[in-house]
Nanobody, 116 residues
Framework: QVQLVESGGGLVQAGGSLRLSCAAP????????MGWYRQAPGEQREWVAW????????VHRDSVKGRFTISRDNAKNTLYLEMNSLKPEDTAAYYC?????????WGQGTQVTVSS
């Protein structure tokens, strides 16, 4: 099993910003469509955004549209999620994975907590 490694989470006040990163060994990220997912306590994991392999297509779920931006740097084999205007309801553990998700690639996630 190959784990993706998420980083960049933290505690931020409502209206603040964070930038999440996702790294992996080899070229797992650069050769696949990738997505960000999140899971709040007591809730099911949900997708947040996904990006095609060459970044030609990006889709964000409605609740984050205009606030979050998914991007990638294939040369660095890294995936990003820029999060602005954060809201308390964005509080969750955030994960990256292939799009569609592949169970063998789940990592530990990075916690994002937004205080009101």
């Amino acid at each position: 099993q190959v784990q993706l490694v998420e980083s960049g989470g933290g505690l931020v006040q409502a209206g603040g910003s964070l930038r999440l990163s996702c790294a992996a060994p080899g070229n797992i990220i650069s050769i696949n469509a990738m997505g960000w997912y999140r899971q709040a306590p007591g809730e099911q994991r949900e997708w947040v955004a996904w990006i095609s392999r060459n970044a030609a297509f990006r889709v964000h779920r409605d609740s984050v549209k205009g606030r979050f931006t998914i991007s990638r740097d294939n040369a660095k084999n890294t995936l990003y999620l820029e999060m602005n205007s954060l809201k308390p309801e964005d509080t969750a553990a955030y994960y990256c994975n292939k799009w569609p998700q592949d169970t063998k690639y789940w990592g530990q996630g990075t916690q994002v907590t937004v205080s009101s």
